[in-house]
């Protein structure tokens, strides 16, 4: 069960992510910084071990 604040973060990142994408789509001059800065997000909570799965293939996916 995942408590409300951790479904926040989630849906977040997610909006985030769909940006940053939209950004590089369009070519947009700061899509690189905001792609930095998604990316930079991702790691730090992998390594604060958020994102541990139960599934070791995508413990592997994560760390590539």
């Given amino acids: ?3 409300q604040g ?3 973060l ?3 990142f997610i909006i985030l992510s769909l940006t940053s994408f ?3 789509m369009e070519n947009r001059h ?3 910084i905001l792609e930095i800065i998604r990316c930079l997000i ?3 909570v992998y390594k ?3 994102l ?3 599934f070791s293939s995508l413990s592997c996916a994560y760390e590539v």
């Fill in 10 to 12: 989630r849906i977040g």
């Fill in 42 to 44: 991702f790691v730090g």
């Fill in 52 to 54: 541990r799965s139960q």
């Fill in 30 to 32: 700061k899509a690189g």
């Fill in 1 to 3: 069960m995942l408590s």
């Fill in 48 to 50: 604060l071990g958020h």
């Fill in 6 to 8: 951790v479904i926040l």
């Fill in 22 to 24: 939209g950004l590089l």
